[in-house]
């Protein structure tokens, strides 16, 4: 859980946008179902709301849209056990309460928040996350989740990564473009032969990939973009210095390692629906919170649940 933790300050420390595989016009349709869902299900009047799980900001963005119909607008805690998530939403929304913690202890009383809402975040805190969302609901509050689902297409993009890194894993795929780097250099004190030998090796791994990319399905553009550099320096390697290449080359070894872990936990934590069901009735129904399910798509793909909960009527 630490290397996951680490894996996506690394990420937001880079001023990493969005953490979802999606189009600009998949993007704007998601701010647009956020829009209908909170002006639909929110409370009238509104004082406090909590985002869980806040990373990128992308909710963050829709809810402050959202607020500014109220008078005064509604203090919003935006909550991430990530500092350098939280220090990158500081920096676009000067008005947030952010928190620093994780989802199992939210530093926050109970039933104070009028409006408890995650964006593919709270699962990673496990029945727990899902407990304390259960605690801060106010009484005329609301729930609004949208949750990661095993049979999306998010799921199983991340499957299709997780798959082409742990290829070049295994394949050595590293050491064989690094191998070449250090051959090619001018002064390279190797015979021709090992050259050949070598380049030989790196356009085998290369061509193997593409085939795999094939078989596999649609990547992210960092897996993509990879080979594709790799191809063109192989073509162009006396025209850098070796250092720059090795680090170059060690910064996305490290990089595509920090993308298969957060897509590992990404992969543990989705559920299907039963799974979903039965967690948020351990969790809420001895609050009297009663929950609906819904599958969320946006241009024809299943993307993931999504959850609203309300208290039952008196």
Partial sequence: MTDTKSSWDRYWAKGSASALPLSDD??????????????????KTMTSAVELAAGAGDLTTQLMLFFG?????????ALDSSAQALQQLQVRFERIKPLQCDLTAVPLTDHSQQLVVSQFGIEYGGAAGFNEAGRLVAADGVILLLVHHTDSEIFQQCARNNRMIRSMHDDQF?????HWYRLAQ???AVSQSDIITARTTLM????QAQQLLQQTGLVSLQ??????DCAEIAAKVHLYQLQELLDWLQRMQA???????????????AMNYQQLDALCRAQWQPRQLKHRI???????????????????PA
């Fill in 223 to 228: 897996i993509r973009q990879f080979y594709q």
């Fill in 255 to 269: 990089e595509l390692l920090d993308s298969q872990r957060r897509g590992d936990a990404m992969q543990q934590v």
């Fill in 186 to 188: 001018p002064d390279a």
């Fill in 294 to 312: 819904e599958p969320f798509e946006l241009a024809g793909k299943t993307l993931g649940w999504f959850v609203t909960a309300r208290k039952k």
């Fill in 174 to 178: 590293f050491t064989k473009v690094g």
């Fill in 204 to 207: 085998h791994a290369l061509q």
């Fill in 69 to 77: 119909q109220y008078r005064p607008a509604p203090v919003l805690h």
């Fill in 26 to 43: 998949e993007q704007r349709q998601l701010g647009q179902f956020w829009q209908a869902q909170l002006l639909q299900n929110t409370p």
